[in-house]
């Protein structure tokens, strides 16, 4: 195991045992359709923005494109992604490559980890978004959350988020909901 997954691995651990309120798949509030937070999104937290209005092409699925991590961590982005809506399905790596397998697509797209694999697959089965999250260790009780969309037919990023947290009572309000809720509004303008 290489030392960034120990390091992924150990930041996570800490998060779930530090803070029972962090990474807990919520619903999305009826009355403001958004998550609970007190903050939102600035412009030096907002990386990418791009408008995308060929959105709807891509709606088949989202890829989540990110190492292995914890289950917790995977059931929390992927819930919160399916609160959301939009996309028809979500996949991981191991449910992307059962697809592949299962179209016997092998020899056309040889992996789904680069982008010219990803580009390869969206020429076979159709177009389809990639997403890449992380968790950024900054030291004492600070954190980052990195959120990236990236098209796979250009390789381009078409939103990128890196939103500081400080871990005090949980990071979901402070540092995951207004990530979510700036990407759902995002969503909503390019649909």
Known sequence: MNIIKIVFIAVITGLLM???STMKVKQIDTATEKYPTDKTLSAKEIKVRKEFPQLNEYKQFLYIKNGDEVDEYKNYIKGTLQNIGYFENIYYRNDLEKIVISQNLT????NISDN???????KEIG????????????GGYSYEFE?????????ETIYKVVNPGFNWSGLDRPM???V???????LEENK
Request: glycine share 4%; hydrophobic share 45%.
């Open 127 to 138: 177009k389809f978004l990639v997403l890449r999250t992380a968790i950024l260790y900054k």
């Open 147 to 155: 959120f990236e969309l990236i098209d796979p037919t250009t390789a």
């Open 180 to 186: 979510f809720n700036d990407y759902a509004a995002w």
């Open 107 to 110: 020899d056309k797209v040889t």
């Open 116 to 122: 010219i694999g990803l580009l390869n697959l969206s």
């Open 18 to 20: 530090g803070c029972s």
């Open 176 to 178: 995951f909901h207004p």
